[in-house]
């Protein structure tokens, strides 16, 4: 390969001129690949995001570091984080205007652009009809309020049957809500015998609950007309049942789970306050689970978005003996203990709306019929939330479960919010996956990153009055870069990702280039005086765009990420 060839992907300022030697593939100095986007930091960095109330219930934010003390299982903690995040007026982040095309001031707000996001994620996997029909009738009263020019709603549902990008248009919210309803078949109303749920699964065959097991037992003799020497018989299909719902319940609460995290990734694109309210009759977690509720959180930290949980069941109350409604109601034997279990279960399936709520910074809207009054709360952000940082000391990565407790040191009379806890990790992460991961958790970011020394320049081409063709070129400073001498080669991996958002924070479109160093010594010192360009070229329709440019190395895995703005008439 001729150093003219590679000039279409890669620019060398300075070498162009230069001939390099003939080169076999295994030779080459210099490739490049171009792959569609796949999208944790290195540290076991904790973030445990505080709220602080008076009496009135007012956020308080006037408080410092040392005023805190934080605790991991008991043990006293240092904080080496520490931030005030301040939401009474909606961040803008100034975007580098590389090309001189576009108004300064995009996407400020004095460009009328939203700066107030809001996810409401209707968890139609586990709810009723009846209480998704009470919310979504709720969620419509309150959006014909709240909704306004600098704000944006998105409805989306866990089941991914039902789903609007974030919009202004609130006929659009109105009819999306309408469309909300359970998928269809997970609610039957036939009856079951045994009459099993998933908390009820997980007593049974995860924890080897000797009542639950001998209730079910009776109960699946009355529902089956088993002859009084067929308790075996009843033994195996209540283990049978037991088993099918853990496995059931499992796969439908990690799709809740999954559903959230991908809609936080969404929401970390958008400008200003970014919330999520979610809005479920509950479910329940298993530990099995608990990583992945762990990651939702993190994640949700790490891009400032406030999650949010409504409880769709409203006030309700438990039945002895079950309500005629239910499948089955199990045997007067039973009445006592089903009752206890059903009250166990209806606060479990509360639990993890609470904890992921006030592990963000959110609030949990519970035991109330009043569903508009509370989307109303919950949809307005506490001004201030403090972010507290602490990485523990030789944690091991056994998965076990961590309690944390956060005080104030002397102001006894205030009110603290803050995360419960958190989960360790069960492994070392794989290290082509953590480095996808920080990635993409930094192409849906607005933080600008300046550990590697990149330039971000944009053009424009038009094609024609409805397409255009957008020129991402970065410029790598190598003189900062880290290589790898192997035999006589200088080595080191870059991975490019040029990413295309609209004005509402939608990924229009991106593209991966992974960039190969194996440079020879005079190659690399040639080159480091002068830099190197990398050209990325994307299809896209005239309009108002933010790009955002994430470089990665991987010797040094150190990351850069360049903020731009462009507007194609």
């Known amino acids: 390969m001729q150093a003219s060839d590679l000039l279409p992907v890669l620019l060398l300022w300075g070498i162009a001129s230069i001939k390099l030697p003939a080169q076999t593939p295994d030779t080459q100095e210099l490739t490049s690949r171009d792959a569609p986007v796949t999208f944790t930091t290195r540290t076991n960095l904790v973030l445990v995001p505080v709220v602080v109330r008076d009496r009135q219930g007012k956020a308080v934010g006037n408080l410092r570091q040392e005023d805190f003390e934080l605790l991991d299982k008991g043990k006293p903690q240092i904080i080496t984080k520490f931030t005030i995040e301040n939401y009474r007026a909606p961040k803008v982040v100034p975007l580098a205007d590389p090309t001189g095309l576009v108004d300064a001031a995009f996407p400020a707000q004095s460009t009328g652009a939203p700066n107030h996001f809001v996810a409401y994620v209707f968890d139609d996997i586990h709810s009723k009809f009846e209480d998704l029909a009470a919310a979504r009738q709720a ?5 014909t309020r709240t909704v306004d020019p600098a704000t944006r709603a998105a409805i989306y549902t866990t089941s991914g049957q039902t789903t609007l990008e974030f919009t202004g248009d609130r006929d659009k919210l109105r009819q999306t809500l309408l469309q909300l309803r359970p998928p269809s078949g997970s609610d039957s109303p036939l009856a079951n015998c045994p009459d099993m749920s998933y908390y009820l699964g997980d007593l049974i065959e995860n924890k080897h609950d000797p009542q639950a097991l001998q209730a079910l037992i009776l109960e699946t003799m009355e529902c089956a007309h088993l002859p009084p020497d067929a308790v075996l018989q009843a033994k195996m299909m209540v283990e049978s049942a037991a088993r099918m719902e853990v496995s059931i319940g499992e796969q439908t609460s990690r799709l809740a789970l999954i559903s959230m995290k991908e809609i936080v990734r969404r929401l970390s694109a958008t400008p200003g306050s970014r919330s999520l309210i979610m809005v479920s009759s509950g479910f329940f977690l298993t530990p099995s689970l608990r990583s992945d509720e762990t990651e939702v959180m993190d ?16 006030l309700f109350t438990i039945i002895p003996g079950g309500s005629a409604s239910e499948r089955t109601a199990g045997v007067p034997a039973t009445f006592s203990l089903r009752a206890r279990i059903r009250s166990e279960e209806a606060t479990a399936n509360g639990d993890v709306l609470a904890e992921i709520a006030d592990a963000t910074g959110g609030r949990f809207f ?14 307005a952000q506490p001004e201030y939330i403090y972010v507290l940082g602490f990485s523990p000391q030789n944690l091991k990565l056994d998965g076990s479960f961590h309690k944390l407790k956060v005080a104030l040191k002397n102001s006894k009379a205030l009110d603290i919010q803050a995360r419960r806890g958190y989960y360790a990790p069960a492994h070392a992460r794989d290290p082509d996956e953590q480095a996808g991961e920080e990635i993409r958790e930094a192409v849906f970011s607005l933080e600008e990153m300046r550990d590697l020394p990149v330039d971000l320049n944009l053009q424009f081409f038009k094609s024609a009055d409805y397409a255009a063709k957008l020129s991402v070129v970065a410029h790598l400073d190598l003189k900062q870069l880290r290589f790898r001498k192997a035999e006589d080669r200088n080595r080191n991996t870059i ?60 010797e040094g895995e150190l990351m850069a990420a360049r903020n731009g703005a462009i507007q194609i008439p």
Do not use: C, M
Not at 139 to 143: I, P, R, T, V
Not at 299 to 314: C, E, K
């Open 139 to 143: 969620a419509e009263k309150h959006l």
């Open 299 to 314: 994640r949700a930290i790490r891009a400032n978005v406030t999650i949010s949980s409504l409880d769709a069941r409203g």
């Open 366 to 379: 519970h035991n109330s019929n009043a569903l508009d009054e509370g989307f109303d709360r919950l949809a």
């Open 495 to 554: 991975k490019l990702v040029a990413a295309v958002f609209d004005q509402n924070g939608n990924l229009v479109k991106a593209i991966e280039k992974t960039i190969e160093f194996r440079l020879r010594d005079q190659t690399l010192e040639t080159a480091s005086k002068t830099g190197v360009n990398v050209r990325t070229v994307l299809d896209i329709t005239p309009g108002r765009y933010v790009v955002r440019l994430v470089v990665r190395d991987s």
